[in-house]
């Protein structure tokens, strides 16, 4: 009855509200990151930043996409504004199909693409597909922070699979596939984050060749294809395994990552649950944005922007692989990237990377500390840095900087 619950007097009764206890578990057991709480202390203008992932925004296309909004606002705003298809606009998963024909000679078939709001929204959307509370996830060691946040919320269990300058250890990967039954195998072969690593063409080959031999499908992310240095083009695991790898891909580094664009290719063994899992997730991602991106896209000369984009992390990493060279101390190991956006260090083994990033913030530089990419406690005397954001004197102070930190770091550690 309506009025039950009005007392005498006619106040409302209510029960006392213990929201937290309404949240459910899966959402409970995760924990606010610790480096992120660190980083909100990083609010000074003059602090370095090579701790985010962000693309530069001086390669932000912003005029061509203010004709490209024009262009289908005023020629098409009824559809443009309109509700619209799960899988996204075919125009766009035409370019993409196209793209893979152009940069790797594979024949994508568009039914089996979907148009995601992001590759974040393409990883989460596996997450719904594939993994049940318990399942087995193996991953890279180290892996993409934001593949462990937006999966942990399905409650998998991680299977670590060490990552070499080449690209998976092989023995490792038999020897985990085979122990944990893993579902999934989640890599991103290309300009790796956090490593920068690429995995080689014969490495690609024998990873293969054993996930073949496994009940396993196998994750490529891949935003960062795109930046090889020098107009350099790896491919894609799709050559080797078609019906045994999803793709994930992304204009959030090729254009603009607020385009929230982004997509994700299933074999047709699974293709349908994609389509089903993103129905209910937004219905589709933005039409509006779709439609603008084609339009930039079909107006523009993607390879010429690609190379600007190329050049300009070139450069960038150049400064910062020549700068750590000069002031860091004997010990210090990096890798050296040809594309994409990040290095990554590892120091004397007496560093701990999270108090060193506490005390770097203090100097005015930031990083992601290493135990951000490792579902085990790894990396304690590991850390990312990304080159993308700064120019070349600012990634010069930036790291005279840092390693004065550290120098002071290891000096109290002694
Ligand atoms: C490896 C990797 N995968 C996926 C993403 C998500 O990218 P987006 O959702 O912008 O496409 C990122 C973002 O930095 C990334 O580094």
Redesign the pocket.
């Known amino acids: 009855m309506l009025n039950a619950r009005l007392s005498a007097g006619g106040i409302v009764a209510r029960m006392s509200l213990d929201a937290p206890s309404l949240i459910a578990t899966r959402m409970r057991m995760m924990r606010p990151s610790l480096v992120r709480e660190l980083l909100k202390r990083a609010t000074s203008p003059n602090i370095i930043s090579f701790a985010g992932?962000l693309p530069n925004p001086k390669f932000f296309p912003n005029m061509s996409l203010i004709d490209a909004s024009t262009d289908v606002l005023a020629n098409d705003g009824g559809s443009v504004l309109q509700y619209a298809v799960s899988e996204g606009h075919p125009g766009l998963r035409e370019w993409i199909a196209e793209r893979y024909r152009v940069r790797f000679g594979l024949d994508v078939p568009v039914s089996n693409m979907l148009i995601t709001?992001?590759?974040?929204?393409?990883?989460d959307l596996i997450g719904k597909v594939f993994i049940d509370p318990g399942d087995m996830i193996a991953i890279e060691r180290p892996g993409?922070q934001?593949?462990l946040h937006a999966l942990s919320v399905y409650q998998p269990q991680w299977a670590g699979v060490t990552l070499n300058e080449d690209g998976l250890d092989l023995a490792h990967l038999d020897r985990v596939l085979t122990e944990s039954k893993a579902k999934l195998l989640m890599v991103?072969p290309n300009y790796?984050?956090p490593s920068g690593i690429t995995y080689t063409e014969a490495n690609r080959a024998a990873v293969a060749e054993i996930v073949k031999r496994h009940n396993v499908m196998l994750v490529e992310?891949d935003?960062?294809s795109e930046l090889g240095f020098g107009g350099k083009s790896p491919t894609s695991f799709r050559k080797f395994l078609p019906e045994q790898c999803i793709a994930?891909g992304?204009?959030?580094?090729l254009v603009a990552?607020g385009m929230?664009?982004?997509w994700l290719i299933a074999p047709n063994s699974v293709y349908e649950r994609f389509v089903i899992a993103k129905q209910g997730t937004d219905f589709h991602t933005s039409n509006f944005a779709q439609r603008v991106l084609h339009s930039y896209l079909k107006a523009t000369d993607i390879n010429e922007h690609v190379a600007l984009i190329q050049n300009g992390y070139a450069t960038q990493c150049a400064a910062m692989l020549k700068a750590i060279d000069r002031y860091f101390p004997a010990g210090t190991h990096i890798t050296r990237p040809d594309g994409g956006m990040f290095i990554w260090m590892t120091l004397p083994d007496e560093v701990d990377s999270v108090k060193l990033l506490d005390e770097a913030i203090d100097a005015g530089v930031t990083f992601l500390p290493g135990p951000t990419f490792y579902t085990d406690g790894g990396g304690k005397n590991q850390l990312r840095l990304s080159y993308s954001q700064s120019d070349e004197d600012k990634i010069d102070e930036g790291i005279q900087r840092l390693a004065a930190v550290v120098m002071r770091h290891l000096d109290a550690a002694e």
């Open positions: 992932g709001t992001g590759s974040q929204q393409g990883i993409y934001g593949m991103c790796q984050n992310d935003p960062y994930l992304s204009f959030s580094k990552p929230r664009i982004g």
